[in-house]
């Protein structure tokens, strides 16, 4: 079946630093999202890429999706305190027939230390 | 506007006990819902997705089942509780299609097994 791997499974980077967390599948996908769920919260929504190549951003948040639609990456510049939780990607097989079902990575836990 | 409730946010039970997790979505119709489990440190493993009304599919073997009696509501449940079984179960909601369309989760529910 489909697996979705991503790494670092941890990072821990001083106040001001920049951070990036990887995702790629086994299989090519429709669409890529990424959550971020902070320390003993539940998973948020943050964004959806639906195109090959596509490059997002909201503010110091940065969201690729690779050509071949098999990889995607969250970059953060200039991490902040409020930036520490677990980063998850989750994506939906685009040869999948299980209806909204989506494959979620294994997160990055980020820590961020003043 | 789409809310999600999940109850009860903790619970402490014995081994070979019985489980009701449950959860309801306001807002929406025909919603996809979905059970997750996630250990300590780890990853969102999807136990149950349901894209309507008595329709539930099952993801992983195990000691749990799930139902879903009305539209907006879904229900995780076992007969005689396992120590494996402790974790953090969430709820997550998603508007109908094939797509994957970005989930949307409640709190969760700490559950440990003695």
């Known amino acids: 079946g489909q697996q979705v791997m991503q790494i670092p499974q941890y990072q821990h980077v001083q106040e001001g630093e920049d951070f990036t967390t990887y995702c790629n599948s086994s299989t090519t996908l429709s669409n890529i999202q990424w959550y971020k769920q902070r320390p003993g919260g539940h998973p948020v929504f943050l964004i959806q890429?639906?195109?090959?190549?596509e490059v997002k951003k909201q503010k110091r948040l940065t969201f690729q999706f690779g050509e071949a639609k098999k990889n995607s990456s969250l970059h953060i510049t200039a991490t902040q305190t409020t930036d520490v939780g677990t980063y998850f990607c989750?994506?939906?097989?685009?040869?999948?027939?299980?209806?909204?079902?989506?494959?979620f990575g294994q997160g990055t836990i980020l820590t961020v230390h003043p | 506007s789409q809310t999600i409730h999940q109850w009860p946010a903790t619970l402490v039970q014995p081994v070979g006990s019985p489980l009701s997790l449950e959860c309801t979505v306001e807002?929406?119709?025909?919603?996809?819902l979905y059970w997750y489990r996630q250990a300590a440190g780890r990853g969102l493993q999807l136990l149950f997705y349901s894209v309507g009304i008595g329709q539930i599919s099952s993801e992983v073997p195990q000691n749990l089942s799930a139902s879903r009696p009305q539209d907006r509501q879904f229900i995780l449940s076992s007969k005689k509780l396992l120590l494996s079984d402790s974790g953090f179960y969430l709820c997550?909601?998603?508007?109908?299609?094939?797509?994957?369309?970005?989930?949307?989760f409640g709190d969760g529910t700490r559950l440990s097994i003695l």
């Open positions: 807002g929406t119709s025909n919603p996809n």
């Open positions: 989750a994506g939906r097989d685009a040869g999948g027939t299980s209806y909204g079902k989506l494959t």
């Open positions: 890429l639906v195109k090959s190549g």
């Open positions: 997550a909601w998603s508007t109908p299609g094939l797509g994957g369309q970005p989930q949307h």
